[in-house]
């Protein structure tokens, strides 16, 4: 079970597990979390129902056809722009997601396919904003997950990814004017945990006591950059000492362990008003976009990743669990990939928007 870092407002936060250690569903291992690999066998939660389990496997499934479906649409030149893919990512994506509740609010990043599809999201819906096709919710004015959808509360990224912090916390502020009970959800990579941004985000909402979760998706390379030149300090974590806020360190390839430490951090926001800071260890398995050949990562670290796919570890579970059959999660992988080239087919038929659409909503008449 993943140990939080206890922030008493007005007092100094107590660390009850030693700064060189990472809490994982296996016990506490001693590792160097920018190099090394956690090894742990995965966690299983007692917050979450077989039937739930079930359901963070099929969404995991969902967005992993999704990335390969986007994947061969841009080798095919039929996905135009960046396409970003969260392979790697699925358990960090869609267990943090799946601990939140239907009124709180959720601010995505780009590789974070998996939690749209987990609140709720159509793959209609998904695919004409990533194809930019007009009738879509930014009018085929931009693709990827740059998009607002009110209804489920889903608020997609703005390119510059820090600035996201700051919303997040104006949108929990206001709705804690309010008197609304609502939580806010938003992500950061270890790139982006670098920028102003962050900082002034996060403290704003320490001091204002808003409860704003914050996942930092540490996928080890900010584009091409690793870690060992983006930040000194061995846990991202650490800094949540400083601010006031609860924080933890937790092996991101294990979707219950996200699941169960994310769940707890936003029932502990809701309740307390202290934002939490969580730093889910993980590997970007492609390039920073399907234009970037990833040469610049070893070999030897993809491989060493690869042993730890978030979907195959969770396929184990399954099959473990006699929840599916290997026969089974093949046909259901089948199936959602043939739905996915489908999507792709229907949408890729429709138009792009006309040339005036780029001129709407920029200016206030």
Excluded at 59 to 73: G, H, S, V, W
Excluded at 85 to 95: K, L, R
Excluded at 149 to 178: C, E, Q, T, W
Excluded at 228 to 247: K, M, N, P, Q
């Amino acid at each position: 079970m993943a140990t939080v870092l206890q922030a008493p407002r007005g007092g100094r936060a107590k660390d009850e597990t030693k700064s060189s250690n990472v809490k994982t569903g296996g016990g506490t291992l001693k590792n160097n979390l920018v190099n090394g690999i956690i090894t742990s066998k995965a966690h299983l939660s007692s917050l979450l129902t077989d039937e739930e389990r079930k359901q963070l496997f099929f969404r995991m499934l969902q967005a992993r056809e999704f990335d390969l479906a986007m994947i061969r649409a841009y080798k095919q030149g039929r996905a135009f722009g960046g396409v970003y893919s969260q392979i790697g990512n699925e358990a960090s994506s869609v267990g943090s997601a799946f601990a939140l509740a239907a009124d709180d609010a959720y601010f995505p990043m780009h590789r974070n396919v998996g939690g749209h599809f987990t609140r709720g999201q159509e793959l209609r819906t998904m695919l004409m904003n990533f194809l930019a096709r007009d009738g879509s919710m930014m009018r085929g004015t931009d693709g990827t997950g740059h998009y607002a959808d009110v209804s489920k509360k889903v608020f997609g990224n703005v390119s510059h990814l820090g600035s996201m912090i700051p919303v997040a916390a104006g949108y929990v502020m206001a709705a804690k004017m309010r008197g609304e009970n609502t939580v806010a959800m938003t992500y950061i990579g270890d790139g982006g945990a670098q920028t102003g941004e962050f900082h002034e985000g996060i403290n704003l909402a320490a001091v204002q006591r808003l409860p704003l979760v914050l996942i930092i998706e540490n996928n080890q390379y900010a584009y091409s950059s690793p870690n060992s030149v983006e930040f000194a300090c061995e846990r991202l974590s650490d800094r949540a000492l400083g601010y006031g806020c609860t924080g933890a360190t937790i092996d991101g390839t294990d979707v219950e362990l996200v699941y169960e430490t994310c769940k707890n951090a936003v029932e502990a926001a809701r309740k307390t008003g202290v934002p939490a800071i969580i730093e889910s260890v993980t590997m970007r398995m492609r390039g920073h976009a399907e234009h970037d050949d990833f040469s610049y990562v070893p070999g030897t670290m993809i491989d060493e990743w690869q042993q730890r796919d978030p979907v195959d570890r969770y396929t184990q579970v399954m099959i473990s669990r006699h929840l599916y059959t290997a026969e089974e999660i093949e046909s259901l992988r089948k199936s959602l990939s043939e739905d996915m080239n489908a999507a792709i087919d229907e949408v890729v038929a429709l138009p792009f928007p006309a040339p005036e659409e780029g001129r709407k909503l920029v200016f206030v008449d």
